[in-house]
């Protein structure tokens, strides 16, 4: 099925460690996004990618950085990871067609721990 | 400052009950998306309102786009235990090089019990 999907979708990190998160979308999307997703402070955008070859950060982007590998990926990667990065993680794909938008596609998600 | 008020936060109701969810803001917005998210998963689009008054109907769902376009509603009829989820409101800006960015509210968390 179309869609995005997301690797791995459980992780469990010790303060310290550096790992990437996995995205693809083979929906032929330009943009490409990742959120956080935490109780009480709902999802809130971490970085993303208008189009190939180009990425912005967002509300909360300190202790991450991304790439956007090609049309199809767009990898999040956390240098050190610390124990206020455990949250889950998702990311989403957009299209625009002019006026028109069309919505988010999101992925099922990567629940992080970092003990 | 929140710029998506979402009400309540939790509700919790019996099968076949009527419900109605808010989503309220002070800005005026060219469209407004609403989300369902089970558990586990990730969001998932249910509709975009775009014009001041505008109702949507999907299925036993009713969206209402308010007339100022600075708020909206969702009304279930004769709820089930299929419609337990966090349900997401949430409206684009626009951030350059053709790319929009969506901000959510926080949700209403809502659970139908058989």
């Known amino acids: 099925n179309a869609g995005v999907t997301q690797t791995p979708k459980f992780q469990v990190l010790k303060t310290g460690q550096s790992m990437t998160l996995q995205c693809a979308q083979d929906?032929?999307?330009?943009?490409m996004y990742w959120y956080r997703q935490d109780p009480g402070m709902g999802l809130r955008l971490i970085y993303y990618?208008?189009?190939?070859?180009?990425?912005d950060k967002g509300e909360v982007p300190n202790g991450y950085n991304v790439s956007r590998l090609n049309k199809r990926e767009f990898s999040l990667r956390l240098e050190s990871a610390a124990p206020s990065q455990t949250s889950v993680y998702f990311c989403a794909s957009s299209e625009a067609h002019g006026t028109a938008f069309l919505g988010y596609t999101f992925g099922s998600g990567t629940r992080l721990t970092v003990v | 400052t929140q710029l998506l008020e979402q009400s309540p936060q939790f509700l919790s109701i019996q099968e076949g009950e009527n419900l109605t969810v808010y989503c309220n803001s002070s800005s005026v917005f060219s469209s407004l998306q609403w989300y369902r998210q089970e558990p586990g998963e990730g969001p998932v689009l249910l509709v975009t309102?775009?014009?001041?008054?505008e109702v949507k109907k999907l299925k036993r769902l009713t969206f209402q786009f308010g007339d100022a376009r600075k708020d909206s509603s969702l009304h279930i009829t004769a709820a089930q235990p299929g419609d337990t989820g966090l349900y997401l409101c949430g409206v684009r800006a626009y951030s350059g090089a053709g790319s929009y960015q969506l901000t959510f509210g926080k949700g209403t968390k809502l659970s139908v019990i058989p």
């Open positions: 990618s208008a189009s190939e070859g180009t990425t």
């Open positions: 309102v775009v014009t001041g008054g």
């Open positions: 929906m032929n999307h330009n943009s």
